[in-house]
């Protein structure tokens, strides 16, 4: 029980991947690329858990002289602030490629579009 | 067929991996030497009482900057990518009439939405939160905005311009810590004050109000961009 998060973190993994590999339309395969953002995300902070210890924000739960001993890792937080971001903007435009390409040929239907198949 | 199975075959090899890294696993026990540091020595040395707070925005600041640009660059990316012909863009469209419900809740939601955005970036090195959480949540105030007032365009020349006002702003900031602490970005300039008050560790608060305030209307402008693309003529 103690690592829950990662475990959620590497099943939402395989969701996303699955999703990525499977689906047809194109706004569910931009869905899946957010939950495998989440998943890795999750991934990454829970790597800086350590048991029983609380969030890194010094105030009346953790003194200041006591916060070694009392605080998980900050650094993979900090990181994943970072990594959200970038998600974002990759969704944001993967979004916006998917209007353009549904204004191209009406469809979403990853099969229709075939013109860098070969 | 083949397909599937590749896929199948692919996901099984992945999950043995993830098995195997989950029973190898095993969690930090203590900090590492970084992060001792830094839970040491940073209430002394910048004042902040949010840890993660004061790694991104004055340890790490360089590193943020380079986020911010990643989604200035981002925005504008999609500004030119849906950019529609000057034609269309005064068409009217035709669209049902916005319920009351939403109109309504709409005007007494939207100052409360933008007042807890503010709260959360101008609290960003006490509490959980900071400017991009603060940027998001002003921006979802303006998409609850355009959903009631789906007739109204986003002012592109407004949002623009204080997101270019306030990145400038946080550059010239970074700048002044070279002059008057000890690098670019320190936060050292202004007196780091009572620790835990809400005036305290120096540059945090106000280059986190900047932050909040380009990234707010950086996202504002991505929603109005995807919603007026809809007015393009096929």
Redesign the interface.
């Known amino acids: 029980m103690e690592y829950i998060s990662l475990i959620t973190g590497f099943i939402m993994l395989m969701i996303g991947l699955w999703g990525i590999l499977t689906q047809k339309n194109i706004i569910k395969i931009i869905i899946s690329f957010t939950i495998f953002d989440s998943a890795i995300n999750i991934i990454i902070i829970s790597i800086g858990y350590i048991s029983g210890r609380t969030a890194p924000i010094l105030d009346k739960a953790v003194p200041v002289k006591d916060a070694v001993t009392k605080i998980v890792d900050p650094i993979p937080q900090a990181l994943v602030l970072t990594s959200i971001v970038i998600s974002l903007g990759v969704t944001a435009l993967m979004l916006a490629y998917a209007l353009k390409l549904h204004k191209y040929k009406n469809t979403l239907e990853i099969n229709k579009f075939k013109d860098l198949k070969w | 067929m083949v397909r599937k199975f590749l ?1 199948f075959i ?2 099984a090899t ?2 043995v991996i ?1 098995i195997n ?2 029973q190898d ?1 095993k ?6 030497d ?3 540091y ?3 020595n940073e ?1 002394q040395e910048l004042g902040a ?4 707070t004061s ?2 925005v004055t340890y ?1 600041g360089f ?2 900057l380079g ?1 911010v640009t ?2 200035f ?3 504008s ?2 500004g030119f ?2 950019k529609i012909k000057e034609s269309d863009k005064n068409k009217k469209r035709e669209l049902r009439k916005t319920s009351e419900i939403l109109e309504t809740a709409s005007k007494i939601l939207v100052p409360l939405i933008f007042l807890l955005g503010v709260y959360v970036f101008a609290n960003g090195h ?3 939160g ?1 400017g ?1 959480q603060g940027g998001a949540i002003m921006a979802s105030g303006m998409v609850l905005m355009l959903l009631a007032n789906p007739e109204k365009d986003v002012k592109h020349s407004l949002f623009s311009g204080i997101e270019s006002i306030s990145g400038f702003t946080y550059v010239i900031l970074g700048l002044l810590g070279i002059y008057f602490a000890y690098g670019f970005l320190d936060n050292r300039v202004l007196p780091l004050g009572q ?2 008050n809400i005036f305290s560790a120096g540059l945090i608060p106000v280059i986190y109000t900047f932050i909040g305030l380009k990234v707010g209307s950086e996202l504002t402008n ?1 929603v109005g ?2 919603k007026e ?1 809809q007015k ?1 003529t ?1």
């Open positions: 896929i692919l996901l992945f999950s993830f890294l989950y696993f969690g930090q026990d203590k900090l590492n970084l992060s001792t830094y839970a040491e209430p009482q949010n840890i993660v790694i991104v790490r590193d943020t986020e990643i989604l660059l981002a925005a990316i999609i990518f849906l006490l509490t959980p900071g991009f620790f835990g991505i961009n995807l693309t393009e096929e």
